[in-house]
């Protein structure tokens, strides 16, 4: 995904984070963001920043889902309703376009899929093992709004 | 000198570069990490941010991992508000006496907090912080109750809400009290600028959350935080409850201007019935329970006497 | 530019206007303060100098003692010289901050005018409130006198502030009997004092925006055992540091602190442990029984209590044959913290002297040479039968019939 950063070498589980001894831990139990910061990063793109390992962005909450959300770049419109609305960073957007999903950040909570607004939708959950691909190639079709049925 | 950057649509919001982070622990679907990044993509100002103990801080600064991209503080429960308070008097005597890193560096202080630990444990300190007149913006993370610890009242739990303190029962509806009103006691304070806003409203909320950071002074806003746990709804449905909470007016999103000038900034098309709000969540569902109807008639009609007073005082201008 | 005040080489002080221009002479960043009797005059000496132009930084008067400790942590983790003071009820409602102060290692200067602890509600000196703080995490110091609250004040700066060290600080000082007594003080000048404690060193500042850092992060219990251990470790590294610039501080001054002080220990063979102001009563008493009685006493105090001066306080007392722990607060059911952690030190001597705890001077009680004298001549009775004569634990100058616990 074009969010990654090369800072970081393996996204890794929560769950798999090494254990440090009392001399590795950081004094006063400091956590830094970044290895290294030349701006503000404001006007940095996340694949731009040299994230430090105590980064929460370093790690992986994949292992979280039981559900994922497939995007499809041929329906969406580029509203960004997903963008600001995901509260996991897990959208990404560059330059007003759609990119797709950060599945190393994405919870499959489901907000994004209910706040798009193309029909058929561009974003759709399907179970976390389902092959991206295939997902795309199961797309419904354009629902058709029945008499006195509201949007 | 004014560091607002204009925002014109949700295209242009979309080129922001996200200074909150992914891998944090909130549930999934929390409004707080919508809010928290609203937020912090309405400005490319340097933040520095202070957090109460609470969902949000508890989720993001977990060792050995951070979620911010931006300094950020935590110390207890009650005094987000007096960290913020102490950095930004360091901020003020180092400028004075010239040894800043970066002087020219434009900075906001944000101190953030649930209500919790805004309307009941931390209230004094961000009282005094606001009497002080410290250059902050104070955000109030409100999801109605002590959800960090399992869903317990506060102050701000709302009349009728199941909560795991005031649980509804065989004798008992759930909270009896009523919710304070934040905004009018914040205001009250003399702050040049307080709001309540809403994160599906993102536009009003952008805009509020920029004034609030440009208005020099201490700024206080409460914002409405759908919590899919205790709230009891479907994690998905977190923007939907949200609209219905801002449509039946259960939280009328506004603005007081120094006090004086209150503005309405959401006016729904159709205000539906609070009904419909309260449906839609687990910790409610008691209320429909013919014994318990009343309750929702006595919330329907202090939502109707509070938006006739907010439309009131809006043409009055007082 | 703050304005400087010319000093003469004697001024008469009492031990909170001397705490109050210590803190102006350092040139604090941020002072987050609220007033509490008997530690107040601090924060108002403080205000004035703010207010007539002798103070660049910022004083902030906040609305509580916890509130005042909270913006010292916010202020020190944003990047400067922080300072603050306070007493009794005021410290133990900022007790929580004290520890989350020490925790995240921001250096804090905290000038604590000791006072007892209520109920009941008293307002006198007492050591109630320096015995909650103990376990704070926090570089602990103590003086007996205006001079030593002043020197200690600027030490505490430049101990704290070390990056080696990266610990806050308390200097403690009995309430009324130091803070309201009018002393004679030697003062350093305006730019003696500032140049000894030094331009401030920023390190890991929420206000350096090339490095963004997070502070007060939870930790669970995979990792909470190695941080605490570590922040022990610091404070017990912290000695090489405080001994230090208690060199460079006689050097400049001729007055030198130890971190253990003894009077008269070359051959005493009973002594007596205590703090604060006792101090020099006793020193008064040990020179006039020796010369009147004979008895060969000393007197041994805790300059430094945190990091505890295990070794010094064993040095000292070695061949001893009888020492009284005086402890100025409530016991509530136990022995004093004197009486606990001297003994534990001693207990790794081969011969251990008898060991009495006395609990004296609650509330401002009046503790008189008289009662000092009677404790020597008990001592010297112990030592000789080499026994104790009654219980461990003795209430001195308590109406009533005589309390006496432990045996």
């Not at chain 2, 002087?103 to 906001?108: E, G, I, N």
């Not at chain 3, 022990?232 to 001994?243: E, G, T």
């Not at chain 3, 609650?362 to 009654?390: F, H, P």
Request: charge should be negative; aromatic fraction near 10%.
């Amino acid at each position: 995904m074009v969010n990654e950063s090369k800072s970081v070498k393996e996204f890794i589980s929560l769950e798999k984070t090494e254990l440090l001894d009392w001399d590795e831990v950081n004094q006063g139990v400091l956590l830094e963001s970044f290895n290294s910061l030349n701006q503000n990063p404001a006007f940095l793109k996340q694949e731009e920043r040299d994230y430090a390992q105590t980064n929460s962005y370093a790690a992986s909450v994949a292992d979280w889902r039981a559900v994922k959300p497939v995007y499809n770049r041929d329906i969406c419109i580029d509203c960004q309703n997903c963008w600001v609305f995901c509260p996991d960073t897990s959208i990404v957007s560059r330059d007003k376009v759609m990119i797709g999903i950060d599945y190393h950040h994405c919870k499959g909570c489901g907000v994004c899929v209910e706040v798009c607004p193309t029909n058929p939708k561009s974003l759709l959950m399907f179970v976390e093992r389902e092959d991206v691909d295939e997902a795309l190639s199961k797309w419904p079709e354009k629902k058709k709004k029945s008499k006195g049925e509201e949007k | 000198m004014s560091t607002i950057k204009k925002i014109k649509n949700l295209k242009e919001f979309s080129t922001a570069n996200d200074r909150f982070e992914g891998a944090h622990l909130l549930c999934p679907g929390c409004a707080h990490s919508i809010i928290v990044r609203e937020l912090m993509n309405c400005t490319d100002d340097n933040l520095v941010i202070a957090s109460n103990t609470g969902c949000l801080e508890v989720s993001t600064a977990v060792y050995p991992y951070t979620s911010w991209d931006t300094s950020w503080i935590h110390i207890g429960f009650e005094n987000a508000a007096t960290a913020a308070s102490g950095a930004e008097a360091m901020y003020k005597a180092r400028k004075k006496k010239g040894t800043l890193k970066d002087p020219d560096a434009p900075v906001k202080f944000v101190a953030f907090g649930g209500d919790g630990s805004t309307f009941d444990i931390g209230f004094q300190w961000m009282s005094g912080a606001f009497e002080r007149g410290h250059d902050f913006t104070y955000i109030c993370l409100d999801n109605e109750n002590y959800a960090n610890t399992g869903g317990q009242r506060s102050s701000s739990t709302p009349v009728g809400a199941s909560t795991s303190t005031a649980p509804a029962g065989r004798i008992s509806y759930g909270k009896k009290q009523k919710k304070k009103d934040i905004v009018a006691i914040m205001a009250a304070h003399g702050a040049p600028y307080v709001a309540q806003l809403a994160p599906n409203k993102w536009k009003s909320m952008v805009k509020g959350f920029q004034k609030a950071l440009d208005t020099e002074g201490p700024c206080f806003i409460n914002t409405v935080s759908a919590c899919t746990t205790e709230w009891k709804f479907d994690p998905k449905d977190t923007i939907s409850i949200t609209d219905l909470a801002t449509d039946s007016l259960m939280f009328p999103v506004y603005e007081i201007i120094n006090g004086t000038e209150l503005n309405i900034l959401y006016r729904p098309k159709n205000i539906i019935p609070v009904e419909e709000y309260l449906a839609a969540q687990g910790r409610y569902k008691h209320l429909f329970k013919p014994e318990n109807r009343h309750v929702i008639d006595a919330i329907q009609k202090d939502i109707d006497e509070k938006w006739e007073y907010l439309q009131r005082r809006e043409e009055a201008k007082v | 530019m703050a304005e400087k005040i010319d000093l003469p080489e004697v001024v008469v002080w009492d031990g909170n206007f001397a705490a109050a221009n210590a803190l102006r002479q350092a040139q604090v960043d941020v002072v987050s303060a609220y007033p509490i009797t008997p530690s107040t005059p601090i924060v108002e000496g403080y205000g004035k100098f703010v207010s007539d132009g002798y103070v660049d930084g910022e004083f902030v008067m906040v609305e509580s003692e916890h509130a005042a400790m909270s913006g010292c942590v916010g202020a020190s983790a944003a990047g400067g010289r922080v300072a603050t003071a306070t007493s009794s009820q005021g410290f133990a409602l900022m007790v929580e901050v004290l520890y989350q102060a020490s925790g995240m290692r921001l250096p804090i200067v905290l000038c604590v005018v000791n006072r007892a602890l209520a109920s009941p509600l008293n307002v006198r000196g007492d050591h109630g409130d320096m015995y909650l703080g103990r376990d704070s995490g926090w570089i602990q110091f103590d003086a007996y006198n205006a001079q030593e609250a002043y020197d200690l004040t600027l030490c505490a700066f430049k101990i704290g502030e070390d990056h080696s060290v990266r610990l806050p600080v308390m200097v403690h000082q009995d309430g009324f009997i130091t803070s309201h007594t009018a002393q004679n003080v030697y003062p350093l000048s305006d730019d003696d004092a500032y140049g000894f404690v030094g331009k401030f060193k920023e390190m890991d500042e929420m206000l350096d925006f090339t490095r963004p850092v997070t502070y007060g992060a939870q930790t669970e219990e995979d990792w909470h055992y190695e941080h605490k251990a570590k922040q022990h470790k610091a404070l017990i590294d912290s000695r090489s540091v405080i001994d230090k610039v208690f060199e460079e501080f006689e050097k400049k001054t001729g007055r030198k602190y130890n971190r253990v002080e003894s009077y008269m220990m070359d051959d005493a063979e009973v002594a007596i442990v205590a703090l604060g102001t006792t101090v020099e009563t006793a020193r008064l008493v040990a020179k006039q029984i020796r010369e009147e009685k004979g008895i060969k006493a000393g007197v041994v105090s805790p300059r430094v209590f945190r990091p505890f001066p295990f070794d010094d306080i064993r040095d000292a007392l070695k061949n001893t044959k009888a020492v009284a722990c005086f402890d100025r607060s409530s016991p509530g059911g136990a022995l004093g913290m004197l009486y606990n952690e001297v003994s534990g030190a001693l207990m790794t001597l081969d011969k251990m002297p008898i060991m009495t705890n006395y609990i004296y001077g609650l509330g401002g009680r009046d503790l008189t040479t008289q009662s000092i004298t009677e404790v020597y001549e008990e001592l010297a009775k112990n030592a000789k039968d080499g026994k104790r004569s009654g219980k461990v634990q003795q209430f001195l100058s308590l109406r009533g019939p005589k309390m006496e616990y432990f045996e």
